[in-house]
């Protein structure tokens, strides 16, 4: 079994800043490309930003110049660094990573997601 646990949800103004962290557990033999999705009320889930495990990554259009996505040094680990928040950010964010487990098998794994309100 694999976890995806989020955290470093929360409030905040528009304009100000949240660092998203994620962590996967479990029987992991190898992380594969990570990212991160969200889903605002009455709307379909969508990309905000995923990261390869060598390292390249991608944005949303919506995001660009203001999010930064990054993996830890374990590489078991992804964060998302949110600046110059905007209202419509407002959303809950899901990790999710294709991992292979120490079965060999490669399946889609997501979080349970972090609620991120940006809001005056």
């Known amino acids: 079994q694999v976890q995806l646990v989020e955290s470093g949800g929360g409030f905040v103004q528009p304009g100000g800043s949240l660092r998203l962290s994620c962590a996967a557990s479990?029987?992991?033999?190898?992380?594969?490309?990570m990212g991160w999705y969200r889903q605002a009320p009455g709307k379909q889930r969508e990309l905000v930003a995923t990261?390869?495990?060598?390292?390249?990554?991608n944005y949303a259009d919506s995001v660009k110049g203001r999010f930064t996505i990054s993996r830890g040094n374990a590489k078991n680990t992804v964060y998302l660094q949110m600046n110059s928040l905007k209202p419509e950010d407002t959303a809950v964010y899901y990790c999710?990573?294709?991992?292979?487990?120490?079965?060999?098998?490669?399946?889609?794994?997501w979080g349970r997601g972090t609620q991120v309100t940006v809001s005056s």
């Open positions: 999710a990573g294709h991992v292979t487990s120490t079965t060999r098998a490669t399946t889609h794994y």
């Open positions: 479990g029987s992991i033999f190898s992380i594969n490309d």
């Open positions: 990261i390869t495990s060598g390292g390249s990554t």
